[in-house]
């Protein structure tokens, strides 16, 4: 253990909300591109405009709303929506993962406000949090300030898409399809401890790799998740 | 047909689907703290969950990367090597788009 100043106890500032609002600015690029392209594709898909943003702004969960749209009916039936629920689960079943490794910095905070907190997880708002929470930092209202930004962020390109969407031009020229995956790698830089702290994200890469090659569908991401936190409580 | 079944069947159908995904997606968003609030949190768990970062990113981002094949893979390198030099995400963010938006005009 190196020496560290004594951890701050957790706690909740508006000057903490302000400045989670400025660390999820890297996070934008990638939330409007994937905003847009749902939007859109909810529009062409034939839903109305409450549909769509209702969709962004109570589900607010990128995968699941694409998968959604899929399977989106004119009319539904108990059965439909069972299955409906069903795929939501399975494709957002991953947050379970981030919730879990909140909870130490959240146990103190007022209930409606992790309620709040938590409807609003997303994982980019989230490894942005843990980056915060990695560095020393303790203030609930960074992880909330982010949330809330990347939440309008989130309604305001929706609501762009479903109008605009033929206008935006091909997002693959400016490499703006891969916005997401290299603003992930980019956040993988500061939780860079070393070799060996990285060697369940070398198992959780293969295992995804893997299910990738061998499942449809978004099932990859869980399962290598999964097996870096088991190769995280094996290895010493 | 019953009256729930009648009632999804009409235009409250798609008010009845948003709401179920919401609930569902709320569960798992607050499951992992109302478990987590219960279970002791032992040097193992703290391990595993310490892994988790990283873990997620390349579960979620290899496939993808790979699938995309080499410029992909060379503008995740370079947007890496950038965070890691300047500790700057917005640059580190910009090289990777960059790099890729150039190896793909010219590649």
């Given at each position: 253990m190196t020496l560290m100043p004594p951890a701050l106890r957790p706690h909740f500032s508006i000057q903490g909300l302000r400045h989670g609002a400025r660390a999820a600015l890297p996070a934008f690029p990638g939330f409007i591109m994937f905003a847009?392209?749902?939007g859109t594709a909810a529009a062409q898909k034939g839903l109305s405009l409450g549909e769509t943003l209702?969709?962004?702004?109570?589900?607010?969960?990128?995968?699941s709303q694409m998968?959604?749209?899929?399977?989106?009916?004119?009319?539904?039936?108990?059965?439909?929506?069972?299955?409906?629920?069903?795929?939501?689960?399975?494709?957002?079943?991953?947050?379970?993962?981030?919730?879990?490794?909140?909870?130490?910095?959240?146990?103190?905070?007022?209930?409606?406000?992790?309620?709040?907190?938590?409807?609003?997880l997303t994982e980019a708002g989230w490894l942005?949090?843990?980056?915060?929470?990695?560095?020393?930092?303790?203030d609930v209202g960074v992880l909330l300030g982010c949330a809330l930004i990347l939440w309008l962020v989130w309604l305001v390109a929706t609501f762009a898409g479903f109008f605009a969407g033929a206008l935006v031009p091909e997002?693959?020229?400016?490499?703006?399809?891969?916005?997401?995956?290299i603003f992930f790698g980019v956040m993988l830089v500061p939780l860079w401890k070393g070799a060996k702290p990285a060697l369940p994200w070398l198992v959780a890469g293969l295992v995804s790799l893997i299910v990738h090659a061998l499942v449809p569908g978004y099932l990859f991401i869980i399962a290598g998740a999964l097996a870096g936190v088991i190769a995280g409580m094996l290895i010493e | 047909m019953n009256g729930f079944g009648s009632f999804i069947a009409g235009p409250w159908g798609s008010v009845v689907a948003i709401a179920a995904m919401t609930l569902v997606t709320f569960l798992c968003r607050?499951?992992?703290?109302?478990?987590?609030?219960?279970?002791?949190?032992?040097?193992?768990?703290?391990?595993?969950?310490?892994?988790?970062?990283?873990?997620?990113?390349?579960?979620?981002?290899?496939?993808v990367v790979i699938d995309n094949g080499w410029p992909a893979m060379i503008a995740l390198a370079a947007a890496i090597v950038a965070m890691a030099v300047t500790r700057i995400d917005i640059v580190g963010l910009l090289t990777g788009l960059g790099t890729l938006a150039v190896i793909r005009a010219f590649g």
């Open positions: 847009l392209a749902f209702g969709l962004s702004a109570f589900v607010y969960a990128g995968a998968v959604g749209l899929e399977i989106w009916q004119q009319v539904w039936t108990p059965a439909t929506i069972l299955t409906i629920m069903t795929v939501t689960a399975v494709v957002n079943a991953r947050m379970i993962m981030l919730g879990a490794t909140l909870q130490p910095w959240l146990k103190h905070e007022p209930l409606p406000r992790t309620a709040l907190n938590l409807f609003l942005i949090g843990t980056r915060y929470h990695n560095e020393g930092g303790r997002p693959r020229r400016f490499g703006l399809d891969l916005v997401m995956p | 607050i499951a992992g703290v109302v478990v987590m609030s219960r279970v002791r949190i032992t040097p193992r768990i703290e391990r595993g969950l310490r892994a988790l970062p990283g873990s997620i990113i390349l579960a979620t981002i290899l496939p």
